[in-house]
């Protein structure tokens, strides 16, 4: 029988604070397949590692190629290796709740697929999230400086800014015209730049996102306006060849102003902190959140949320947490990477830093049956860590239960503003309300 925390955290509607959702006109032009909504996500990775060529996965995912059993045969003893990884869980997740689906084999996809059309209608890509998944609302990375309401569910649907070319040392010109009219000649101008997208943007935004992590290090040092000014003059004559020396001046200077006009706008800064999607190609000294303490300690006024729990660096994430007012750690993406070390760290975390600093769930995923897999998936382990907790006499279930409420809602609702959001949005599209 269900305890009343277990009750607590499948009814209580989740904040997803991070997606790379697409949007709606683009889910149903994509009309994606049974093979790419259980697939296309992280586990390719896993199918990989686990000895599957990148032929077949490639091949796994072409549904121009209408075949469902050519496609999966060459992937399938991968899979059945990979299947019980965070990733694994995930997906068989999805063929349960999506499709009916309790082992996955050539017969029995075939044969699930034409439950795949209602998946692809107008408003089901919402239904999924709001009533299967019971999402407060989401967050989105769509990977672009400009942010605009989403029409199709206005007060759930929020977007961050992106700030990832300017923190790698490499402002997009192209965006940037496209997004503000203006154009990157001097350090003045790029200035302008910025202040403009805010100026634009910051009122509908959640956040600013970066995951420059991926191609650069974390460390942050000082820059100056000279130093900056003479990497920008390198940029725009050189573009992508430059030396990484010069990146990197220009990135820490761009970075630095974006968390001043984060805190001008009272917006948050999220970091990807921590493991690298994909495969082959993680240089761990570039991700430990410990490289942005000289950050962290210049803008104490900044909000910073450290994204993946940095794993596998978890107990320094705790540490920084615990030690600086301005870091909250979130655990999007990481019941996926491993419910065990996200189960441990939020154990940890609750006898270690302030409960109101830790957010529980984002799936960091593009389509939304993954979301609400990855959704289902972070409540049951995260009911398994309460559990253990009141097991073990450290909890009641009182407390448990309070403790629930504020890392699936209430501390993200204070960090981001949500409420205030949520209002400004309803206002623009009345009848969203």
Same mark, same amino acid.
């Given at each position: 029988?269900? +305890?009343?925390? *277990?009750?607590?955290?499948?009814?209580?509607? %989740? #904040?997803?604070?991070? @997606?790379? $959702? /697409?949007?709606?006109?683009?889910?149903?032009?994509?009309?994606?397949?049974?093979?790419?909504?259980?697939?296309?996500?992280?586990?390719?990775?896993?199918?990989?590692?686990?000895?599957?060529?990148?032929?077949?996965?490639?091949?796994?995912?072409?549904?121009?190629?209408?075949?469902?059993?050519?496609?999966?045969?060459?992937?399938?003893?991968?899979?059945?290796?990979?299947?019980?990884?965070?990733?694994?869980?995930?997906?068989?997740?999805?063929?349960?709740?999506?499709?009916?689906?309790?082992?996955?084999?050539?017969? +029995?996809?075939? *044969?699930?697929?034409?439950?795949?059309?209602? %998946? #692809?209608?107008?408003? @089901?890509? $919402? /239904?999924?999230?709001?009533?299967?998944?019971?999402?407060?609302?989401?967050?989105?990375?769509?990977?672009?400086?400009?942010?605009?309401?989403?029409?199709?569910?206005?007060?759930?649907?929020?977007?961050?800014?992106?700030?990832?070319?300017?923190?790698?040392?490499?402002?997009?010109?192209?965006?940037?015209?496209?997004?503000?009219?203006?154009?990157?000649?001097?350090?003045?101008?790029?200035?302008?730049?910025?202040?403009?997208?805010?100026?634009?943007?910051?009122?509908?935004?959640?956040?600013?996102?970066?995951?420059?992590?991926?191609?650069?290090?974390?460390?942050?040092?000082?820059?100056?306006?000279?130093?900056?000014?003479?990497?920008?003059?390198?940029?725009?004559?050189?573009?992508?060849?430059?030396?990484?020396?010069?990146?990197?001046?220009?990135?820490?200077?761009?970075?630095?102003?974006?968390?001043?006009?984060?805190?001008?706008?009272?917006?948050?800064?999220?970091?990807?902190?921590?493991?690298?999607?994909?495969?082959?190609?993680?240089?761990?000294?570039?991700?430990?959140?410990?490289?942005?303490?000289?950050?962290?300690?210049?803008?104490?006024?900044?909000?910073?949320?450290?994204?993946?729990?940095?794993?596998?660096?978890?107990?320094?994430?705790?540490?920084?947490?615990?030690?600086?007012?301005?870091?909250?750690?979130?655990?999007?993406?990481?019941?996926?990477?491993?419910?065990?070390?996200?189960?441990?760290?939020?154990?940890?975390?609750?006898?270690?830093?302030?409960?109101?600093?830790?957010?529980?769930?984002?799936?960091?995923?593009?389509?939304?049956?993954?979301?609400?897999?990855?959704?289902?998936?972070?409540?049951?382990?995260?009911?398994?860590?309460?559990?253990?907790?009141?097991?073990?006499?450290?909890?009641?279930?009182?407390?448990?239960?309070?403790?629930?409420?504020?890392?699936?809602?209430?501390?993200?609702?204070?960090?981001?503003?949500?409420?205030?959001?949520?209002?400004?949005?309803?206002?623009?599209?009345?009848?969203?309300?």
């Amino acid at each position: 029988m269900p +305890t009343d925390v *277990a009750t607590f955290i499948q009814q209580t509607p %989740l #904040v997803d604070t991070h @997606e790379h $959702l /697409r949007y709606e006109h683009a889910y149903l032009e994509e009309r994606p397949d049974i093979l790419l909504q259980l697939f296309q996500n992280y586990v390719s990775a896993d199918l990989r590692v686990a000895g599957a060529s990148q032929d077949a996965v490639d091949k796994l995912l072409d549904q121009t190629n209408p075949d469902l059993a050519a496609r999966f045969a060459p992937v399938q003893e991968a899979w059945e290796a990979a299947q019980h990884t965070g990733y694994g869980e995930a997906v068989r997740i999805i063929a349960r709740e999506l499709y009916g689906i309790e082992e996955l084999t050539p017969e +029995t996809l075939a *044969a699930a697929q034409d439950k795949n059309v209602a %998946l #692809v209608q107008p408003g @089901e890509r $919402l /239904r999924l999230l709001r009533e299967e998944a019971n999402l407060d609302h989401v967050q989105t990375d769509a990977k672009t400086l400009g942010v605009k309401s989403d029409p199709s569910g206005p007060d759930f649907f929020f977007y961050d800014i992106s700030w990832v070319d300017f923190c790698s040392g490499r402002p997009n010109h192209e965006e940037i015209a496209h997004y503000t009219g203006l154009e990157v000649t001097d350090l003045f101008s790029l200035r302008q730049v910025m202040e403009t997208i805010f100026e634009s943007y910051a009122s509908l935004a959640i956040a600013v996102k970066s995951q420059h992590a991926y191609n650069r290090t974390l460390r942050w040092q000082e820059r100056s306006d000279a130093e900056a000014a003479k990497a920008l003059d390198t940029y725009l004559r050189n573009g992508e060849e430059i030396d990484e020396a010069t990146r990197l001046c220009l990135g820490d200077w761009c970075w630095a102003r974006g968390v001043e006009l984060c805190i001008e706008h009272d917006l948050p800064q999220k970091l990807h902190t921590g493991y690298y999607a994909g495969h082959s190609r993680m240089p761990v000294d570039r991700i430990r959140s410990g490289h942005l303490t000289p950050l962290l300690a210049k803008y104490p006024d900044a909000r910073f949320v450290l994204m993946h729990i940095a794993y596998p660096y978890t107990e320094e994430l705790i540490a920084l947490a615990k030690h600086y007012p301005n870091v909250y750690a979130d655990l999007c993406w990481a019941w996926s990477i491993n419910p065990y070390s996200a189960t441990e760290f939020v154990r940890r975390f609750l006898h270690a830093a302030p409960a109101n600093k830790i957010f529980l769930f984002g799936g960091d995923t593009g389509y939304p049956g993954a979301a609400l897999a990855y959704a289902r998936q972070a409540r049951a382990w995260f009911t398994t860590a309460l559990q253990a907790e009141i097991s073990d006499g450290l909890l009641t279930e009182d407390q448990a239960i309070a403790l629930a409420r504020r890392l699936m809602q209430d501390n993200q609702y204070a960090c981001f503003r949500v409420e205030e959001k949520k209002t400004l949005l309803r206002g623009a599209h009345p009848a969203s309300g």
